[in-house]
């Protein structure tokens, strides 16, 4: 059901039993899945590909033009997947000539005040809470969890199954399974908690705690303990998650422990 006080541009692509309420803007160019909502007074600009099942609160701007003063522009995309909810005032910026998109992925939660910056790659199953700031460029692999009012700086990574504590300043990488917290961001142990919920063995879960403990509770240099590793523990595809995601950093990683 579209409203007869919202505007949806002809051309826009609306599946069915699409609801939009009123004072909306969708423009040309979109394409809404689904038994999708889109709520009061939101704007979703040219180029969102919006999935099926989605929720999206008011306030909300989708494909907002990029805060880049290298965006000419030039045609781009945000690619949102399904079942997603996007809360109150949330902003997502579309791609510049960089990757030409902005991607949050499936069963994402993002709550009221955050904002996607342009060129993000947001996984699945990610929830950012209240008022998170992600600059250009960022990295979020699936499940991870970031705390309200964290600020993320451009090109960082974030690892699957991670969870940065709120408050956060972000400015390294912070990799797979890991607990991330204090100033400056550093180690606070693996995400035991949340790996247990989703279905990782206490085996598994230790194995990940002992990769971690040679990079981050032993005096060597991350290249040294990348090293050690691969000699003394067993390959998984958990270890070699953590590896690669080592060894693929451009920022560097964030501390270890600090008491």
């Given at each position: 059901m579209i409203s007869p006080m919202s505007h949806v541009d002809p051309?826009?692509?609306?599946?069915?039993n699409v609801r939009v309420d009123p004072f909306t803007m969708i423009h040309e160019n979109v394409v809404i899945g689904d038994n999708?909502?889109?709520?009061?007074?939101?704007?979703?600009?040219?180029?969102?590909?919006?999935?099926k099942n989605c929720k999206i609160f008011p306030g909300a701007?989708?494909?907002?033009?990029?805060?880049?003063?290298?965006?000419?522009?030039?045609?781009?995309?945000?690619i949102?997947?399904?079942?997603?909810?996007?809360?109150e005032c949330v902003t997502i910026s579309r791609g510049t000539v960089d990757k030409q998109t902005t991607v949050i992925?499936?069963?994402?939660?993002?709550?009221?005040?955050?904002?996607?910056?342009?060129?993000?790659?947001?996984?699945?199953?990610?929830?950012?809470?209240?008022?998170?700031?992600?600059?250009?460029?960022?990295?979020?692999?699936?499940?991870?969890?970031?705390g309200g009012s964290s600020?993320?700086?451009?090109?960082?990574?974030?690892?699957?199954?991670?969870?940065?504590?709120g408050g956060s300043l972000v400015r390294k990488d912070v990799p797979p399974f890991t607990k991330a917290a204090r100033e400056p961001l550093s180690y606070a142990g693996v995400n035991s908690l949340g790996l247990r919920r989703r279905g990782f063995s206490?085996?598994?879960?230790?194995?990940?705690?002992?990769?971690?403990?040679?990079?981050?509770?032993n005096s060597m240099n991350n290249s040294r303990a990348l090293e050690e590793i691969e000699i003394n523990l067993p390959a998984?595809?958990?270890?070699?998650?953590?590896?690669?995601?080592?060894?693929?950093?451009?920022?560097?990683?964030?501390k270890g422990y600090i008491n």
């Open positions: 051309s826009a692509q609306l599946g069915e999708t909502w889109v709520g009061p007074n939101v704007t979703i600009f040219p180029g969102a590909r919006i999935g701007v989708v494909a907002g033009i990029p805060q880049d003063l290298k965006f000419q522009g030039e045609e781009s995309t945000v949102i997947g399904d079942n997603t909810t996007i809360r992925g499936s069963d994402c939660l993002l709550m009221a005040y955050v904002h996607v910056a342009h060129d993000c790659v947001i996984g699945s199953h990610v929830i950012i809470a209240n008022s998170v700031q992600i600059a250009g460029h960022v990295s979020i692999d699936d499940w991870a969890i970031v600020a993320i700086h451009q090109f960082v990574k974030i690892g699957m199954h991670s969870m940065v504590s206490s085996e598994s879960i230790a194995h990940i705690q002992e990769v971690y403990r040679y990079l981050f509770l998984t595809k958990e270890r070699d998650e953590i590896l690669n995601f080592i060894r693929s950093s451009e920022r560097g990683v964030m």
